[in-house]
């Protein structure tokens, strides 16, 4: 089975990361285990995904902890 290309987008206004497996809309996902689900209908076991590992997801705007388009608190 070939490697599927998996792309999480930065949060949009309301928290929400539009989700694109294989040049396909997979939904917009408020958080890890809505990617999960996504990943799982494409056809992929959920005991298998790591969100963090590199390789199967390209997180822009931010990894699987970021669920927010304001930028962090200044320190």
Same mark, same amino acid.
């Given at each position: 089975?070939?490697?599927?290309? !998996?792309?999480?987008?930065? &949060? @949009?206004? @309301?928290?929400?990361?539009?989700? #694109?497996?294989?040049?396909?809309?997979?939904?917009?996902?408020?958080? &890890?285990?809505? !990617?999960?689900?996504?990943?799982? #209908?494409?056809?992929?076991? +959920?005991? @298998? !995904?790591?969100?963090?590992?590199?390789?199967?997801?390209?997180?822009?705007?931010?990894?699987?902890? !970021?669920?927010?388009?304001?930028?962090? +608190?200044? #320190?």
């Amino acid at each position: 089975m070939a490697e599927l290309r !998996v792309i999480v987008y930065p &949060p @949009d206004e @309301d928290g929400g990361r539009r989700v #694109r497996c294989d040049g396909e809309i997979l939904g917009r996902a408020f958080g &890890p285990g809505d !990617v999960i689900e996504f990943l799982r #209908r494409a056809g992929l076991d +959920p005991d @298998d !995904v790591d969100l963090p590992a590199p390789g199967l997801i390209e997180w822009r705007g931010g990894g699987p902890a !970021v669920w927010s388009s304001e930028a962090p +608190p200044e #320190r």
